[in-house]
């Protein structure tokens, strides 16, 4: 099953514009395995805010 | 029928409710829910600064899914190379059925807190009003017969209702929102996280006032 937090998640748009964004998508969130690894997942399950500008990696897109 | 002093028919509730449910959906671009907006508006500093990175990642669309995709294939490295080899499949499939260059996805950016504000207000003064235009209107102490008749009057009536909301808090807190926010938006857009929360909260309301009619 999917991550549960698709419908929320304001990347998961990003992550189905193009085939190498798609990786995000396969990598942490097409199970609920692999969402357990995502640092937003992460963040969010534990009550904590997530910023919009973090990766499923912890990593964040500098602006 | 007064519309104001007599319960509405279910099925115009049931109309008047998914109505706002939608339309504050498509006009804010977040699920309604009134604990998630309470805490929107309870950490406004943190939604000002969220607001903010999501302004400039809208502004920066290319730049950012530039970024995205760099990102995106260094992590790719790092996973053990069955996996790896399984995710570059995929991305090769996905390749092949899409355009040669897609555009970026655009950030939505969130509401201002004030908005959000402006939701809870509306709240008390629509109730407010329907008081008022009913004749209704007048300072209570007490919540009622019912409500007495379970926890009697006075200062052990109000610490009782001072705990109830503090579960109420908490409770929303952990689950991740409200009756509104799981047993209508959630429901209606058919999220299981919704639907066992909702279950849950009809079954132990339905246990609990068993629980309570037998001990008081």
Redesign the interface.
């Known amino acids: 099953m999917a991550c ?1 937090h698709i ?2 998640c ?1 990347l998961f ?2 992550f ?9 998508k ?2 942490y969130c097409d199970s609920d395995k692999r969402s357990q690894n995502c640092e937003r997942f992460k963040r969010s399950e534990a ?1 904590e ?1 997530v ?3 973090m ?3 912890g ?1 964040s ?3 | 029928m007064n519309l104001l002093t007599q319960y509405w028919p279910w099925w115009l509730g049931a109309l008047a409710l998914s109505f706002v449910a939608v339309g504050y959906f498509y006009s804010l671009g977040i699920p309604c829910g009134v604990s998630g907006v309470f805490g929107r508006v309870a950490g406004w500093r943190e939604e000002l600064e969220a607001r903010s990175t999501e302004m400039s990642m809208a502004r920066n669309a290319a730049q950012v899914q530039e970024q995205m995709m760099a990102e995106a294939l260094a992590a790719l490295q790092e996973l053990p190379e069955e996996e790896r080899k399984q995710v570059e499949a995929e991305m090769r499939a996905a390749q092949a059925q899409e355009a040669a260059s897609a555009p970026a996805a655009t950030t939505v950016v969130r509401p201002h807190p004030a908005a959000h504000l402006a939701f809870l207000a509306s709240i008390a003064v629509g109730g407010l009003l329907a008081a008022l235009s009913s004749g209704q209107w007048g300072l209570l102490t007490d919540m009622g017969a019912t409500y007495s008749s379970f926890f009697g009057s006075g200062p052990s009536a109000w610490l009782i209702l001072f705990v109830g909301g503090m579960c109420v808090g908490v409770g929303t807190q952990m689950a991740g929102g409200c009756t509104l926010g799981h047993g209508i938006t959630g429901n209606s857009s058919l999220q299981i996280g919704s639907f066992t929360a909702t279950a849950a909260f009809f079954a132990t309301a339905v246990v609990a006032s068993f629980i309570f009619k037998a001990l008081l």
Request: proline letters at 17%; a positive charge.
């Open positions: 549960s419908p929320t304001p748009k990003h189905q514009s193009n085939a190498t964004l798609r990786s995000w396969l990598m009550g805010t910023p919009p500008n990766l499923p990696n990593k897109i500098l602006l």
